[in-house]
């Protein structure tokens, strides 16, 4: 199968069109018009510094379903005990920049580049990107961002400078958008770290069908 290139014409190819890893296209620009057109066809964009903006859409797809969190016991005692604060979006930028900015094993840079960055804070400032964060004495210790569309959240990328910060940040995120109606939260891509806390593969076609059903009403926390 080809990969699409992309022009300034707001359109992406059939999802089942994408290369067995998963890519799809290549080009266009990171506008929030697309990005919100990626997501809602369960499309997210991936690439290094040096490439053209990557569109991925692989199969099967990682995801959580709130309902299904696993909280281990170490972490219900560190949520027991009071040692984060939670908060959302008070510091978009700051998530963003961290996330960039941490040491990923067998990663010898980041994708999140200052391009990634001013995209999604446009996202951010549009009420389509969130930041769940962790604080700790004041500080921001960890965190995740990612879009939000209807009922369904697409995360992107997480960070920690403090032992278990992500991880209760994640929890916390999770357990808010279930109490607010949320339905899924896309990891896109395995990862043992989501495992552990109940994400699990499905079939693409399953995963825009949730799409399709769960982007329409947008939640209001």
């Known amino acids: 199968m080809p990969v699409y290139l992309l022009d300034d014409e707001l359109w992406f190819p059939p999802v089942q069109e994408a290369m067995p890893d998963g890519l799809l296209a290549a080009g266009g620009d990171l506008s929030a018009e697309r990005l919100l057109l990626a997501y809602s066809s369960g499309i997210f964009p991936w690439f290094n510094e040096e490439d053209p903006p990557l569109w991925w859409s692989p199969n099967p797809r990682f995801v959580l379903f709130p309902e299904e969190l696993k909280v281990s ?10 040692e984060f604060e939670f908060r959302v979006n008070t510091n978009f930028q700051e998530v963003i920049t961290s996330c960039s900015q941490i040491y990923r094993e067998g990663q010898p840079g980041t994708w999140i580049t200052s ?5 999604y804070t446009q996202l951010n400032e549009l009420g389509h990107a969130f930041s769940a964060e962790a604080w700790q004495s004041g500080s921001l210790v960890g965190g995740l961002y990612g ?7 697409f995360g992107e990328s997480m960070f920690s400078k403090v032992s278990n910060a992500s991880k209760f ?12 109606g949320g339905v899924l939260i896309d990891c896109q891509v395995h990862t043992a770290h989501l495992e552990s806390l ?15 059903e769960g982007s329409q009403r947008q939640i209001i926390f």
């Open 115 to 119: 391009e990634i960055i001013d995209a």
């Open 73 to 82: 016991k170490s972490m219900q005692q560190v949520i027991r005990k009071n």
């Open 169 to 180: 940040a994640f929890i916390k995120w999770v357990e808010l958008l279930k109490e607010n």
């Open 147 to 153: 879009v939000l569309l209807g009922k369904i959240f």
């Open 198 to 212: 109940g994400a699990r593969m499905i079939e693409r076609d399953r995963f825009l069908e949730i799409v399709k």
